[in-house]
């Protein structure tokens, strides 16, 4: 149970600091809705996700009302698609997505996860076919978010399916041109994907999940930057502790959260996510707590040692606090969500390679990063390759949800709105990648995958 002194904590941290559930996720299995008749399977897949999740946004601005915690978002993971798919003979799965986004809209969630499919070691005749769908489904549509995975520490990185996504970007940002290929903003490259994340958009409903299930995501910056501003003058160790402590009563909150909706809906709890994720409110960004902690401006020297020590610290409150801690959980560096990270590109402290090296201690990795429109599909299938070589050596996971924006050049900017908010369109390097993108297959595996 909560003390009174926890509420009065969590209240405060409600009012004054940002604190906010970020989303719950009802994540549900399609696994029995595969027929080999694709309009019927497209029917059984509204059918089941409208009844299992008709309640999920009354319970969630109940529960807000109830506790004073705002729900800043509701929504939903399913099976991947391509296991639903694959038993049709149909070559464009965007039927599958079309029914995924009016149950969505039906039930009255923002984003549904889950067009998504696992090819880390090979890719079947359903998971190109998916692949292949990605672009006109998101283009498309206006809730659904896909996600592939290209790389596991214990498989590699499957080049070929690298290669290919680097193509499915450009594809995507070309379908969407007139919302400045907003369409790759709903769309991650992983490696080491969690089967229980419940942020969009990389979220999907593992096949070891069970029917359906509540994840909690909870997202606290401004807590965190808050309790870091406190202690300005003491050292890291003490530093670590107050985020630490922060973390833990912010874990406790969003467990409490996601049990109860778990139970009024009648499903199992499954995880609470404690990541740190921005928005581009003032006072709501992961770079200002990088700031708070000494550094004049996020992208210096001395940031990546800053965001690891913040990022194991979250971990550590999150496990202290709750059994069940899952997904990502850590601190995420997307720099269009975050007015500290846009900053920080706009004054030349931050750049693609900074980053880049941030990801190999944060949560996530290269996240909603815009660059020049005519970015080579090779040159983004390499991003990609770095980013999964970071995951797979590092047994992490790590992700790419970059934008190459139509017609922009570096030093432009894209405008998303919303939670998405709106970045400087940044640089890449010049140089090609292309002969080593084409060589194609798969980076074996490290030696230190062979740990049965």
Known sequence: MLTMQEIMETIKMVQEEKLDIRTITMGISLRDCCHPAPHKAADKIYDKITRLAENLVPVGENIAREFGIPIVNKRISVTPISLVGECTEIDDYYIFARAMDKAAREVGVNFIGGFSTLVHKGMTRGDAKLIQSIPRALAETERVCASVNVATTKAGINMDAVHLM??????????????????????????????????????????????????????????????????????????????????????????????????????????????????PAV??????????????????????????????????????????????SGAFIPVSEDAGMVRAVEEGALGLDKLEAMTCVCSVGLDMIA??????????????????????????????????????????????????????????????????????????????????
């Open 166 to 279: 680097g193509n499915v970007i450009k594809e995507t940002a070309e379908r969407t041109r007139d919302k400045d290929g907003l369409g790759c903003a709903k769309l991650v490259t992983f490696a080491n994907v969690p089967e229980d994340n419940p942020f969009m958009a990389g979220a999907f409903h593992g096949v070891g999940e069970p029917e359906s299930v509540i994840n909690v995501g909870v997202s606290g910056p401004g807590v965190v930057n808050r309790a870091v501003s406190r202690v300005r003058e003491a050292d890291f160790g003490t530093l670590a502790e107050t985020i630490k402590k922060t973390a833990f009563k912010i874990t406790r909150m969003g467990e409490l959260v996601g049990r109860t909706a778990a139970s009024r809906l009648g499903v199992p709890f499954g995880i609470v996510d404690i990541s740190l994720a921005p928005t």
């Open 371 to 452: 660059v020049p429109g005519d970015t080579s599909a090779e040159t983004l299938a390499a991003i990609i390759a770095d980013e999964a070589a970071i995951g797979v050596i590092n047994q992490k996971t790590t992700a790419v949800r970059i934008i190459p924006a139509p017609g922009k050049k570096t030093g432009d900017r894209v405008e998303y709105g919303g939670l998405l908010g709106s970045a400087p369109v940044m640089l890449v390097h010049p140089f090609s990648s292309t002969e080593f993108v084409r060589r194609g297959g798969r980076i074996p595996a490290p030696v230190h995958s062979l740990s049965n």
């Open 283 to 328: 006072g709501d960004s992961v770079a200002e707590i990088l700031e708070s902690m000494g550094l004049e401006r996020c992208g210096t020297h001395g940031t990546t040692a800053a965001l690891a020590l913040l990022n194991d610290a979250v971990k550590k409150g999150g496990a202290m606090a709750s059994s069940y801690v899952g997904g990502l």
